[in-house]
């Protein structure tokens, strides 16, 4: 089964900018991707999402416009790319795959259950 180890989470600076990746030890081409985080005191929230050939995108709307997700199904990785970063933005993040082969319609990417394998998490902390 996919195991999925996050990196890049470090302290930086409001209106910064910061780049996660996520590497599976598993293929990840037949898989859907997204990112997740949790804030202190708060439930896991929905961050971002891409589908199996990285041609569709999805972003909550805290974060549309400021963040970017890319895949790259040959390295087995899934990245983040944070800009413009805000306190809010403060939390642990976290990778996801979803069901193996199992093609997702556009809602089914904001429902954390269906999403099979979850990394340990990255920690991201914004701040003057």
């Known amino acids: 089964q996919v195991q999925l180890v996050e990196s890049g989470g470090e302290l930086v600076k409001v209106g910064g900018s910061l780049r996660l990746s996520c590497s599976a030890s598993?293929?990840?081409?037949?898989?859907?991707l997204g990112w997740w985080r949790r804030a202190a005191g708060k439930e896991r929230e929905f961050v971002a999402a891409i589908n199996w050939r990285g041609s569709n995108t999805y972003y909550a709307d805290s974060v549309k416009g400021r963040f970017t997700i890319s895949r790259d199904n040959a390295k087995s990785t899934v990245d983040l790319q944070l800009n413009s970063l805000k306190p809010e933005d403060t939390a642990v993040y976290y990778c996801?795959?979803?069901?193996?082969?199992?093609?997702?319609?556009?809602?089914?990417?904001?429902?954390?259950?269906?999403?099979?394998?979850w990394g340990q998490g990255t920690q991201v902390t914004v701040s003057s």
């Open positions: 598993g293929r990840i081409s037949e898989h859907a």
């Open positions: 996801a795959a979803g069901e193996h082969r199992i093609y997702y319609s556009r809602s089914t990417y904001f429902l954390p259950s269906r999403y099979a394998y």
